[in-house]
């Protein structure tokens, strides 16, 4: 299996849960209809979750690496507004679609503290899945990855912490062996330093076992759209159901909150475990996904984000 063809099964993981959480935006979608197998009709509209991790896979596709001045010139280049990007994402994309470079743009954020949002989380699955076997290379490469956008550290160690998770999901799926769901909290937390986010991983070691319901109530659901508002809950739904992508997206279905981006990082850190079909990404889930964009298979060195931004 290659590096690739993991990092596309965790994209596929990570739109999949992205573009059905969405539906749960929209009044009627049932909870009891996906819990009974019957998901709301396709076609499922994917939000700026999937746009920004398909930047990244292509980059990875063409470069094998993160190329920061690339990637923050594919965001800007690709972005589109109306896929529910947040007021901070517009702001920092335009400014640097219109040529300020991004370590400026991203420094000077939320009154230059950078944003601590869920950002630079919500994308990274598929770069951790194609460095399976190589934590600590996935864990450099995500800080590279979310600083173009995120000068926080709070943001930067949540894209740490789910690129770890994915990288140890992708490992695990090639040696055929589930880990334990504390050892795959523990794999994330030895690569972070003292911070919101890493106590709220260390507080979802202590609620494995515990109901869905109770896990988003300590460690919150993503509704306050920060990293460590969003990334405990997150992993915790993925070490718990690594091997039933299904189950893992419908509880954070369950938790409510933003819905759109915990399916994204937990489908993009199951699928690079489970991948698609059996206890996987359901075939007719994926059908009914909108497609993913044409520029993922354009010939490396082509089209968007072949110029700089910084």
Request: glycine share 14%; with cysteine; proline share 5%.
């Amino acid at each position: 299996m290659t590096m690739m063809t993991l990092a596309r099964d965790s994209l596929d993981g990570l739109s999949v849960g992205d573009a059905l959480g969405a539906q749960f935006f929209v009044p009627g979608t049932s909870l009891a209809d996906l819990r009974d197998g019957r998901p709301p009709d396709g076609p499922w509209p994917w939000t700026d979750d999937t746009e920004m991790a398909c930047s990244i896979v292509a980059e990875l596709r063409g470069r094998g690496r993160i190329e920061q001045d690339r990637l923050a010139a594919a965001f800007a280049d690709r972005f589109d507004a109306y896929r529910g990007y947040g007021g901070g994402a517009v702001t920092i994309l335009r400014q640097i679609r219109e040529g300020t470079p991004w370590r400026d743009v991203a420094g000077a954020a939320f009154g230059g503290q950078g944003s601590m949002g869920n950002g630079a989380a919500m994308r990274v699955a598929p770069l951790g899945a194609f460095h399976a076997g190589d934590s600590r290379g996935a864990a450099l490469e995500a800080m590279r990855s979310a600083e173009v956008t995120h000068a926080n550290a709070e943001a930067i160690l949540g894209a740490v912490a789910v690129a770890v998770a994915a990288a140890e999901a992708g490992w695990a799926r090639e040696v055929r062996h589930r880990p334990e769901p504390a050892r795959l909290l523990d794999s994330a937390l030895s690569y972070l330093i003292d911070s919101a986010v890493k106590t709220g991983i260390s507080r979802a070691l202590w609620l494995l076992g515990v109901s869905v319901a109770e896990a988003a109530y300590e460690l919150g659901n993503g509704s306050r759209v920060l990293a460590q508002d969003t990334v405990p809950f997150a992993l915790w739904v993925a070490a718990t159901y690594l091997d039933d992508y299904p189950s893992a997206i419908t509880a954070c279905v369950e938790a409510g909150g933003d819905v759109d981006t915990t399916a994204a990082i937990v489908g993009g850190i199951v699928a690079a475990y489970t991948g698609v079909g059996g206890t996987g990404i359901p075939v007719d889930w994926l059908r009914r996904r909108e497609p993913l964009p044409s520029f993922l298979d354009e010939p490396p060195g082509s089209g968007q984000g072949a110029g700089t931004a910084g």
